[in-house]
């Protein structure tokens, strides 16, 4: 009997020292049900049936104040990529679905570098930065992330808008810096495609 429970406390006791807020947002965490979760609210946005909730130009909010110190100890802040198409990529060295789009997030960067599009992660619930460096590494992920423990900066973006509610999350931002799509999870490159494409043909 007692076998069965480990796991489960064991996610307790890691999860204890992060704030309450942000637990609430780890309650969906790497797959699962995140996926049907909405905004709330007159949010204005439409989810495909590939799961990609996408919001029309004109209806699209302002990004929030995205900012902090990157993996490699550098400060990064999402709105001086202003003017560009950002991918903003939510994952965790322990989640298995980060690790399967991991390839396909570090390729499709590479091959819209040249479109105006600008890849950034942002790494939460890695209490320490060694695995996560550990884990770009691995699969080659050259764009920045920043260093988001307990997940602060997720908890920024506000009600009404495409937030990110799971582990991974990819939100996609114009180049305006308004939220113009997002997806609750696992991305592979068509996937990717499906999201960035339209924006880079935006003008």
């Known amino acids: ?3 069965g429970r480990a796991p489960r406390r064991r996610f307790t006791l890691l ?12 309650l969906t965490a790497c797959g699962g049900d995140g996926a049907q979760a909405g905004g709330g609210g007159n ?4 989810t495909g049936t590939g799961g990609i909730s996408t919001v029309a130009k004109g209806d699209r909010k302002d990004a929030p104040k995205l900012d902090g110190e ?3 100890g550098k400060q990064l ?4 990529y202003k003017g560009k198409v950002v991918v ?8 298995g679905p980060c690790r399967l789009e991991a390839q396909y997030f570090s390729r499709v960067a590479k091959e819209t570098a040249d479109k105006g599009v600008q890849f950034v992660g942002i790494n939460t619930r890695d209490a ?3 695995p996560a460096i550990s884990f770009e590494k691995d699969y080659g992920v050259t764009y920045p992330s920043l260093f988001d423990p307990v997940g602060k900066l997720l908890l920024r973006f506000p009600k009404g808008t495409l937030r990110p509610q799971a582990i991974p999350s990819t939100v996609v931002l114009d180049r305006d810096g308004k939220i113009a799509a997002r997806s609750l999870v696992a991305l592979d490159a068509e996937g990717l495609h499906e999201m960035i494409d339209p924006l880079i043909a935006e003008k």
């Open 88 to 95: 903003l990529n939510m994952w965790g060295s322990w989640c």
């Open 77 to 80: 802040d999402v709105s001086d």
């Open 15 to 26: 999860a204890a020292p992060a704030a309450v807020a942000a637990l609430a947002l780890t």
């Open 128 to 130: 320490q930065k060694g």
């Open 43 to 46: 949010t204005n946005f439409v």
């Open 1 to 3: 009997m007692s076998h």
């Open 70 to 72: 990157t993996l490699d």
